[in-house]
């Protein structure tokens, strides 16, 4: 009676415990999906017998996809910040008479900060969903079972070789938009008699001001912002299950891509701002 008793008591705490366990792994489940394929994408990357043909053919694929395909958008992109940031930026430090600070600003506002984040968010809207929908659609049809019952695994196969491009693209795609955004600020500000300096004096300005951690810390966030950016995709689209559909895949990756950009521009900026 008296177990009866202690059972019957309990039974309300253990259905709490049940419920808070629940959601936690519900809303913890994705987050150490991530972490688990990350280390199982670096690990396999460096066993030669991973790059077998097929692997390398999508790897290529990808990456030409995923350059090409935002190379005109990170231009775009590029230079409607050029115009916006630099030209405001160089303007009024002039009018405040601090123009020798252009530098330091420009590294820090636009190189630090905002060229990272839009090169991430470029390769999650333009190439991203692209990757989300073909794998989801693969999983949604049946076609991901097919291969499991012939040997060929389908994270090696598809999310390793598209991880790995974004990876590279999101390095490529970073250096172009700094690149080409400082260009463009630097044309508007010429043009508009706001510099009077070669543009070689304006670059050196740039490279001054940044230190030796920049040129570690910068490509970083750009080289993890564009793996997350495809590990994220790809294992939404593995993860899809019958209840799902594109209505329901697009916006949940693209909330986790924007989520994983964020996370690693913020966790680098923090950890490496001293």
């Not at 936690?24 to 280390?39: C, D, E, H, K, V």
């Not at 396999?44 to 395909?69: C, K, S």
């Not at 001054?208 to 910068?218: E, F, K």
């Not at 924007?258 to 680098?268: E, G, K, P, R, S």
Request: charged letters at 15%; aromatic letters at 8%.
């Amino acid at each position: 009676m008296l177990e009866w008793a202690v059972s019957r008591g309990l039974a309300g705490p253990r259905r709490m415990l049940a419920l808070l366990g629940a959601v936690t792994r519900r809303q913890t489940r994705f987050s150490l999906m991530l972490i688990a394929a990350s280390w199982s994408v670096l690990r396999e990357a460096v066993r030669p017998n991973t790059w077998r043909r097929t692997v390398r053919y999508e790897f290529r694929h990808m990456l030409t996809q995923a350059i090409g395909g935002g190379l005109y958008s990170t231009l775009f992109t590029a230079a409607l910040t050029g115009f916006g940031i630099v030209t405001q930026a160089v303007y009024w430090l002039g009018i405040a008479g601090m123009a020798q600070l252009t530098g330091s600003l420009m590294v820090t506002v636009l190189v630090r900060e905002i060229a990272p984040v839009l090169v991430g968010v470029i390769l999650l809207g333009r190439s991203g969903m692209l990757m989300l929908t073909r794998v989801s659609r693969l999983t949604l049809g049946g076609q991901m079972r097919t291969l499991q019952a012939q040997g060929i695994d389908p994270f090696i196969t598809l999310a390793l070789p598209r991880t790995l491009a974004m990876m590279v693209a999101g390095f490529a795609l970073g250096m172009i938009f700094g690149t080409t955004a400082l260009l463009a600020g630097y044309a508007v500000c010429r043009v508009q008699g706001v510099i009077n300096g070669s543009i070689w004096t304006f670059f050196n300005d740039v490279v001054d001001a940044m230190r030796p951690l920049d040129y570690v810390v910068v490509p970083a966030k750009c080289v993890l912002s564009g793996f997350f950016v495809g590990l994220c995709a790809c294992l939404t689209g593995l993860d899809a299950t019958r209840e799902d559909d594109l209505g329901t895949l697009l916006p949940r990756g693209f909330v986790r891509g924007i989520l994983a950009v964020m996370v690693v521009n913020t966790v680098l900026s923090v950890s490496f701002s001293s």
